[in-house]
């Protein structure tokens, strides 16, 4: 018998995050890379609504553009936590609507971020319980960014970015622009050119040097809106690109600091302010539902 599902229908933060450095340390046999790199998390990013079911039906009620439900990740997410539970959870289902305003390709985490909070949120709707090492194992097979945010804690991480240490960056303003251009993972870490051989430090290390990231070189060369974007940002504030772009940020003291730039910006900039966060608000989300549910 399928357990007792929790039927509300529920409102559920998907975060961006920052890569605030990022360095390539070498090409791995398989392809990838492995990467040293310092996730935090945004105060701003997509919402989830979902509602729990229990015919076996997973139905996005809010379909990409040419993407397919099958290929969604918020579907494959759903269901590779599905296929992991007792049979018992066979006909567990659900309604799930995304309001979307993370930009794909933009570096900011958006389609990982909501691949974990629809994994987080179901465990708690379909009465799961699974640890979050769990679900986070579970995450790393739809990609290398969802177990960061499963976990929820600003992190540390290296490998291909599954290996995660908690990490306690300061909490800066950030006004976060993108370029209007999307950038394809593939084309970053596919080019010759990409510095592959950062040297591995200590975290400790790496907070003492002025934080860089490996693949922006790339990007503001294969992408002149990119390079345009940062070198007017940086005239303002220390600036970098995110991940493998397409967003940048520049960071700074206050809030007011940074709207007043983006205040400035020229028409064709697309932005927003957000301030730094360690501890995922999609985290802080499910720690508020627990206690109204006790």
Same mark, same amino acid.
């Given at each position: 018998?399928?357990?007792?599902?929790?039927?509300?229908?529920?409102?559920?933060?998907?975060?961006?995050?920052?890569?605030?450095?990022?360095?390539?340390?070498?090409?791995?046999?398989?392809?990838?890379?492995? #990467? /040293?790199?310092?996730?935090?998390?945004?105060?701003?990013?997509?919402?989830?609504?979902?509602?729990?079911?229990?015919?076996? /039906?997973?139905? =996005?009620?809010?379909?990409?553009?040419?993407?397919?439900?099958?290929?969604?990740?918020?579907?494959?997410?759903?269901?590779?936590?599905?296929?992991?539970?007792?049979?018992?959870?066979?006909?567990?289902?659900?309604?799930?609507?995304?309001?979307?305003?993370?930009?794909?390709?933009?570096?900011?985490?958006?389609?990982?971020?909501?691949?974990?909070?629809?994994? =987080?949120?179901?465990?708690?709707?379909?009465?799961?319980? #699974?640890?979050?090492?769990?679900?986070?194992?579970?995450?790393?097979?739809?990609?290398?960014?969802?177990? &960061?945010?499963?976990?929820?804690?600003?992190?540390?991480?290296?490998?291909?970015?599954?290996? =995660?240490?908690?990490?306690?960056?300061?909490?800066?303003?950030?006004?976060?622009?993108?370029?209007? &251009?999307?950038?394809?993972?593939?084309?970053?870490?596919?080019?010759?050119?990409?510095?592959?051989?950062?040297?591995?430090?200590?975290?400790?290390?790496?907070?003492?040097?002025?934080?860089?990231?490996?693949?922006?070189?790339?990007?503001?060369?294969?992408?002149?809106?990119?390079?345009? =974007?940062?070198?007017?940002?940086?005239?303002?504030?220390?600036?970098?690109?995110?991940?493998?772009?397409?967003?940048?940020?520049?960071?700074?003291?206050?809030?007011?600091?940074?709207? /007043?730039?983006?205040?400035?910006?020229?028409?064709? &900039? /697309?932005?927003? &302010?957000?301030?730094?966060?360690?501890?995922?608000?999609?985290?802080?989300?499910?720690?508020?539902?627990?206690?109204?549910?006790?």
């Amino acid at each position: 018998m399928m357990p007792d599902i929790l039927r509300a229908t529920l409102r559920w933060p998907a975060p961006a995050k920052l890569n605030l450095f990022l360095y390539v340390t070498g090409r791995r046999p398989d392809g990838y890379h492995n #990467l /040293q790199t310092l996730f935090q998390f945004l105060d701003y990013g997509d919402t989830l609504t979902i509602t729990a079911r229990d015919d076996g /039906q997973i139905r =996005l009620l809010t379909p990409l553009p040419g993407v397919a439900d099958e290929s969604n990740l918020v579907v494959r997410a759903a269901r590779l936590l599905r296929g992991a539970l007792p049979a018992e959870f066979a006909r567990a289902g659900a309604d799930i609507a995304v309001d979307k305003i993370l930009p794909m390709g933009g570096g900011l985490g958006g389609g990982s971020s909501d691949a974990a909070t629809v994994m =987080l949120a179901l465990n708690t709707l379909w009465r799961a319980g #699974l640890s979050d090492e769990t679900l986070a194992g579970l995450g790393l097979k739809l990609g290398a960014d969802v177990p &960061v945010f499963i976990k929820g804690y600003a992190a540390f991480a290296e490998g291909v970015g599954e290996m =995660l240490h908690p990490a306690h960056p300061e909490e800066k303003w950030y006004l976060v622009a993108h370029p209007g &251009v999307s950038i394809a993972t593939p084309d970053i870490f596919g080019d010759p050119a990409l510095k592959r051989d950062s040297p591995v430090r200590t975290l400790s290390e790496l907070l003492r040097i002025p934080f860089a990231n490996d693949c922006e070189p790339v990007a503001r060369k294969r992408f002149r809106e990119v390079e345009e =974007l940062l070198s007017w940002l940086l005239e303002y504030a220390p600036s970098r690109l995110t991940g493998t772009g397409a967003c940048v940020f520049a960071e700074f003291d206050t809030e007011s600091a940074a709207r /007043q730039v983006l205040s400035n910006a020229p028409e064709r &900039v /697309q932005g927003f &302010v957000a301030r730094g966060v360690n501890t995922s608000p999609l985290h802080l989300a499910r720690s508020a539902l627990s206690g109204a549910l006790q």
